[in-house]
């Protein structure tokens, strides 16, 4: 039972470039959530689902885009990386929308 | 706009005496309250939550919270440090007045003196 995984654990952009992070939860949780957690900052909700097909936007979604195209997968994905997006983002799940959330690693992102 | 205030970023104390972390949030009619925390190149684990049930709640590693609704309030209490305390903590409040947001808090440093 691995839990919440991501990848990649660290990515270094160049300012316009796109990538997709991807995160995999193997507890048939329904709902899945993307954070950025900024120095010094608590995290920032960006997007959540509460089950495949169903996305919603968080409290900074500009610049993101996900799907959940199955109840494994939320990836994240940034079109034009931009030098604000540097962050470390978390991918995390649970059950319910009021249950315990399990987090993955992270993925630390700097866009240069 | 909701809100969830964490009113020291950092709190300092010696081993052995107690830790005071606290958390404040804007009134909502039913909040669902965590707090987490965030070891040193550690993920995030659930330490507590409070979901209408009994209003001081048990955590993990010793520590609790309570929720008084009166003081829109979810202070984290420890009554003896350990130095395996040190970390990050983080309060996190779901609303579910009109609409689903949830919100973390800013964060607390915990520093735990020899």
């Known amino acids: 039972n691995a839990g919440v995984t991501q990848t990649p654990k660290f990515r270094i952009l160049k300012i316009g470039q796109s990538m997709t992070l991807q995160c995999t939860q193997d507890?048939?949780?329904?709902?899945m959530y993307w954070y950025r957690q900024d120095p010094g900052m608590g995290l920032k909700l960006i997007y959540y689902?509460?089950?495949?097909?169903?996305?919603d936007k968080g409290e900074v979604p500009n610049g993101y885009n996900v799907s959940r195209s199955t109840t494994e997968d939320f990836p994240l994905r940034l079109e034009l990386a931009a030098p604000s997006q540097t962050s470390v983002y978390f991918c995390?799940?649970?059950?319910?929308?009021?249950?315990?959330?399990?987090f993955g690693p992270g993925t630390r992102l700097l866009v240069l | 706009a909701q809100s969830v205030t964490q009113l020291d970023s950092h709190v300092s104390v010696s081993e052995g005496t107690p830790v005071l972390l606290r958390c404040n949030y804007s009134?909502?009619?039913?909040?669902?309250l965590f707090w987490y925390v965030q070891h040193p190149n550690k993920g995030l684990q659930l330490l507590l939550k409070?979901?209408?049930?009994a209003t001081l709640v048990k955590g993990i590693n010793g520590f609790e919270a309570e929720f008084k609704k009166s003081e829109t309030s979810f202070h984290l209490t420890k009554p003896s440090a350990h130095m395996s305390d040190a970390a990050e903590y983080f309060c996190?409040?779901?609303?579910?007045?009109?609409?689903?947001?949830?919100?973390w808090g800013a964060g607390t440093k915990l520093i735990i003196k020899p």
């Open positions: 995390a799940s649970s059950y319910g929308r009021q249950e315990t959330q399990y």
């Open positions: 507890m048939n949780h329904n709902y």
């Open positions: 689902s509460v089950g495949a097909g169903i996305t």
């Open positions: 009134s909502s009619y039913s909040p669902s």
């Open positions: 409070y979901t209408s049930a």
């Open positions: 996190v409040v779901i609303f579910m007045d009109s609409n689903y947001q949830l919100i």
